[in-house]
């Protein structure tokens, strides 16, 4: 008989549980319920079949949308009465992607007066980096590093979405993203678990605030579950191929953090892993969210996935796709309809069993109870609200404080940057220069464009007419005399700013790219524009880290700004001039081409490992080292800032002891700066191979000038733990080295042995 491996048990817990529909209860684990309530279960007891299964059943918002078009076109499609007629009839649990508290009030109204059971819908919305005020998107916000940031700007953007009347939010995304190639890099937290970890709490907080009761609470929905930001290639939509022990060291902690941190709901992911569709698959659903870490709170399908396991070649048709989605713990379907259509059906044949279906059902019911619907089913439903609590002053300087923050400084040759506000002329070259529609960025579902500060506007703040704007090129595509025009005013000009870089439609979903290099048109702009020979500097807007090439690379200074919303021009203006220095750190590795990817700096040493000058038959490419451009972890400042040598307290560490880390950190230079001190680890020897560094904490430090301070760190062995082809997480006796360092490839490591 062979032993199972990880991968193997995995792959084969899950196929045997689609082998005969499913069963209610698989191998391993039981299901766990949410604790008997007895109105909840009063309830579940008078309802009809198809009322349970219109619990479960949630569609885009067609009545009253508010931007531009987010999902695919649907089937489901429906005027206002069509809706409003299904809501009375118990077909609807809730409705997405819509504002607006009138219409909010006369859907809810429907629901609360003419359903059978009085179950007042539940209003959800993509609410990513936020609403009519947007934020950094979330990569660019990660490049903080700063939890009470991404607290603070989820609870601003709950403000808002409930006094537009949303009561749930699809997000924080939590998967861990190693290949810059994939679209939805931009949603999420970069590449790195611990850093993950950390920011899915603090999104989840702010979400969720004191109360989920509370009028300005909305319920956060970590997602995708599970290891979306592992599809091969990069590519959307695509297979997450990774042994068992990844998915549980690497991909897995986000979400178990933001469901510790009180995440009730979470989302499917569209991929499958080792061959199982997360949506259809019972191992990841039942045995691990409820089984293994107790989750009470509901599973939504990604858009139609609960549909799509047909094309996977999973299920044989909808009533095949509905019975293997729900019997895996999938509890409600996002717009396909299948729950709908075929869930009584199957009840009644015994396909699925009456108290799957109730379970689901008690789920979603615990869901809009814990949000005090029942109580108050026009909560977040206010008139006056919506006039407010919509882009107030502080929500707004919010927006530009966490566009400041963002920015990381990637090279600063000769001190270029800051630049001065008086005694210089400044061209500021490209398509982003005067561009409102990109400054949202990717995944803002309600934008107001119309309130978006351009670079062109937070540029003449500080320097007025010491500006010149030149378009040069569009995005994607050269503009006719675009390069000519450029030239003369970098000619005309002191400095350059060079305003290039990603459209927001070439980042988020289904923008997967072969090359994530800055498009033909605006190299070749920046390659005219550095032949006048003028100082450049490049501004980069972009949705996930970028291989950077020729002028661009070369350029003295280079400022990453990501997509930073609505404050975005003033935000990169109070960098670029001075009035605050970057302090962002890379959350990504920008690789030297885009064929490294993926890269990611947390990589698996090699038996070959290139680590001297002889490249003959090392693990490397032809035409590249195995370094990042710019590593994960790094960010210039406008000091100079020094470290010193690591150093432990102690040379062993017992299993059940701790360790202090302290290195003293020096502000060398003649500005205040804001550093980001990183803890990072290796496990020398272990019986699996581990990460080349991995990161374990970090600390903001405010420093003046010429100021030095120790900063101090604390391991203990649950820190250098690892996961095992057991499954069982635990540390090895061993020698670890460990680093205080300003980014995951700098600092002088120091050594200590942990102890059995």
């Known amino acids: 008989m062979t032993a199972f491996t990880p991968s193997r048990r995995f792959f084969l817990k899950g196929a045997a549980a689609t082998a005969a529909l499913v069963p ?117 916000e990660a490049a903080s590093w700063d939890t009470d940031l991404a607290m603070r700007t989820a609870r601003a953007a709950a403000l808002e979405a409930t006094a537009k009347g949303l009561h749930w939010t699809f997000a924080p995304m939590v998967d861990v993203a190693r290949d810059q190639r994939w679209g939805r890099v931009a949603e999420g937290a970069g590449e790195d678990t611990y850093l993950g970890i950390q920011l899915a709490k603090a999104r989840v907080k702010g979400f969720q605030g004191d109360s989920l009761k509370a009028e300005t609470s909305v319920v956060a929905c970590p997602k995708h579950f599970a290891a979306y930001g592992a599809v091969q290639g990069g590519m959307e939509y695509n297979t997450a191929d990774i042994p068992e022990t990844t998915l549980r060291e690497v991909h897995l902690p986000p979400f178990k953090a933001a469901f510790d941190a009180g995440a009730l709901t979470t989302m499917s992911s569209f991929n499958d892993i080792a061959g199982v569709p997360s949506t259809g698959n019972h191992y990841l659903l039942t045995d691990i969210l409820r089984g293994e870490w107790g989750f009470k709170g509901l599973v939504v399908s990604d858009y139609t996935s609960e549909e799509e396991l047909i094309l996977h070649g999973f299920a044989a048709d909808g009533a095949d796709a509905t019975a293997k989605a729900i019997n895996a713990g999938c509890d409600m379907g996002m717009q396909s309809g299948l729950y ?134 569009d995005v994607e595509a050269p503009i006719e005399g675009g390069i000519d025009a450029a030239v003369k005013a970098a000619k005309a000009a002191d400095i350059v700013v060079l305003a290039i870089g990603e459209a927001a439609n070439m980042s988020g979903e289904a923008q997967s790219r072969v090359d994530i290099s800055i498009p033909a048109p605006q190299l070749a702009l920046a390659e005219a524009v550095a032949a006048t020979g003028k100082p450049v500097v490049v501004l980069l807007k972009h949705g996930r880290a970028l291989a950077l090439t020729g002028a661009v690379k070369e350029a003295p200074a280079i400022l990453a700004t990501w997509f930073l919303g609505s404050e975005e021009g003033n935000a990169i203006a109070d960098i670029v001039f001075g009035d605050y220095a970057p302090q962002g750190r890379l959350p990504v590795s920008f690789p030297q081409a885009s064929g490294q990817e993926p890269f990611y700096y947390n990589h698996r040493i090699t038996g070959r490992p290139q680590i001297s000058d002889d490249k003959n038959f090392k693990a490397r490419y032809r035409e590249v080292t195995n370094e990042a451009l710019y590593p994960f972890g790094h960010g210039l400042s406008y000091s100079t800032v020094s470290y010193g040598a690591t150093a432990v307290s102690a040379a062993t560490l017992a299993m059940n002891g701790q360790i202090k880390v302290t290195a003293t950190i020096t502000n060398a230079g003649g500005r205040k700066v804001h550093e980001v001190a990183q803890l990072y680890i290796h496990d020398k020897v272990a019986s699996m191979t581990q990460p080349i560094r991995a990161l374990k904490g970090f600390q903001h430090l405010d420093l003046e000038p010429g100021q030095s301070t120790t900063v101090e760190f604390t391991l203990t062995p649950a820190d250098l733990a690892f996961v095992h082809p057991n499954l069982k997480t635990s540390a090895e006796a061993g020698r670890f080295d460990v680093w205080i360092a300003p980014s995951s490839t700098g600092g002088t490591p120091a050594s200590f042995d942990l102890i059995a």
């Open 340 to 473: 709908m259509k075929y869930l009584p059906d199957l009840v009644r044949s015994g396909k699925v069993k009456l108290a799957v279906l109730d379970e689901a059902v008690r789920r979603v019911l615990y869901v809009k109870k814990a949000l005090g619907l029942f109580e108050n089913p026009y909560r977040s439903l206010d008139l006056t609200r919506e006039q407010t609590d919509i882009r107030r002053p502080e929500t707004v300087a919010l927006a530009r404080e966490a566009g400041r923050k963002s920015c990381v400084l990637l090279k600063n040759d000769g001190n270029l940057l800051p630049l001065p506000k008086s005694g210089k002329k400044i061209a500021l070259i490209g398509p982003f220069g005067n561009d409102k529609a990109n400054c949202p960025g990717p995944w803002a579902v309600f934008p107001d464009v119309e309130s978006c500060v351009t670079w062109e506007a937070g540029f003449r703040a500080l320097i007025g007419d010491a500006l010149t704007v030149v378009k040069g090129s």
């Open 24 to 140: 209610v209860a698989a191998p391993g684990f039981a299901r766990v319920t949410p604790v008997a309530d007895p109105f909840i279960e009063k309830l579940i007891k008078s309802m009809s079949i198809e009322e349970k299964a219109g619990q479960l059943s949630i569609y885009g918002d067609t009545t009253r949308f508010d931007g531009p078009p987010i999902n695919p076109t649907s089937e489901q499609a429906q005027g206002k009465e069509k809706v409003k007629a299904d809501i009375a009839a118990g077909k609807i649990t809730g409705l997405f992607n819509g504002i607006g508290v009138a219409g909010g009030r006369e859907l809810q109204q429907v629901a609360i007066e003419q359903s059978p059971h009085k179950i007042p819908l539940i209003f959800a919305g993509d609410i990513i980096h936020g609403v009519k005020t947007t934020f950094p998107i979330p990569l660019g």
